[in-house]
């Protein structure tokens, strides 16, 4: 079982927000909550409070391993995928049971989202990587706000959820997951 409770932000409301309270997870880039998950497990699962964290790529630029070490062990695997490729060699390991990770950040977009087909490119189509790299320094330049900081979410926690460690925050946020029996049946996708 890896149940993590994680923030729970994506129905807040917005509307009394003003310019200048625009915050962001922490990350490099908004591709996902990688950085932010990977360090809060670190810190609710093993006691441990990383600053850093540092990827290792590994088939490709698109394909990259984030590890946890405690006494010599690891202890957290999480992976960032980018592009169909990468997701297709994924899912086709997960079969195989050789695809090892805890946390796994899917994206469709070889680079991520910033580098997807909905910003802005060149003429020839490609890339405008000037202004890939200049969204990324207006992102980078946004302060940082943990989620669970947030007073929107502490509200909703208290309200709605009854509290930080309710039974309702068992039953909604938490999962459990367990092994299933594969049957062959036609709806089987083949990658």
């Known amino acids: ?73 690891t202890v957290l695997r999480f992976a960032a995928a980018y592009g169909f490729r990468n997701i297709q060699n994924m899912v086709l390991k997960m079969k195989k049971g050789k695809f090892l990770y805890h946390f796994v950040e899917v994206l469709a977009c070889p680079g991520g989202c910033l580098n997807g087909k909905g910003q802005a490119q060149t003429e ?31 509200k909703m926690y208290q309200d709605w959820l009854e509290g930080m460690d309710s039974k309702k925050v068992q039953e909604t946020l938490h999962t459990t997951y367990s092994a299933v029996n594969h049957t062959t049946s036609s709806l089987d996708i083949k990658w």
Do not use: W
């Open 124 to 154: 020839d189509g490609k890339p405008d990587r000037a202004l890939l790299a200049q969204m990324e320094e207006v992102y980078a330049a946004i302060p940082v706000r943990l989620p669970e900081t947030n007073l929107h979410v502490q």
């Open 1 to 73: 079982n890896f149940g993590v409770d994680l923030p729970f932000c994506c129905f807040l409301r917005f509307d009394d927000l003003k310019e200048g309270d625009v915050v962001r997870h922490d990350g490099k880039r908004s591709d996902g909550y990688l950085e932010h998950i990977f360090k809060h497990a670190a810190k609710e699962l093993f006691g441990m409070d990383v600053k850093e964290i540092t990827y290792k790529a590994l088939k490709n630029k698109d394909f990259q391993e984030v590890t946890l070490e405690k006494d010599g062990e």
